[in-house]
């Protein structure tokens, strides 16, 4: 049950930090490419990265806290469901290259801060 209660308290959390940090990308970039689902799926990649590594290998982040912060938190802040259908109206709308750069950049992108993540929590 406390397992419960972490993935809810930090996926809330995770879809508010969302909210604001995606508006506050598009504020900055306009919505001509999905940025700000770019961005928190790349902010995503980097912590899920960095919190998985530093938590199975360190005994200073608990079971419960590592579930609540990957689970929840970024279950919470990544968008896979928002990126999914913006590239699908990109493609419908006729965007092609616009649809492709979306996803190869978000792939590619948020593989590589994957192994950022991974790197960084190494690093500590």
Request: aromatic share 18%.
């Amino acid at each position: 049950m406390l397992e419960v209660l972490f993935i809810a308290g930090f996926g809330a959390f995770g879809c508010v930090t969302r909210f604001y940090l995606s508006g506050w990308v598009y504020s900055w970039t306009g919505r001509g490419f999905p940025y700000g689902t770019f961005a928190v799926n790349i902010i995503g990649a980097f912590f899920i990265g960095l919190v998985m590594e530093f938590s199975l290998t360190s005994t200073l982040i608990s079971q419960n806290l590592r579930i609540g912060l990957t689970i929840g938190f970024m279950g919470g802040l990544t968008t896979f469901s928002t990126f999914s259908y913006e590239t699908f109206k990109l493609i419908e709308d006729g965007e092609f290259m616009v649809a492709l750069s979306n996803v190869l950049l978000s792939v590619a992108v948020c593989v590589l801060f994957t192994w950022l993540g991974i790197h960084a929590a190494r690093s500590i």
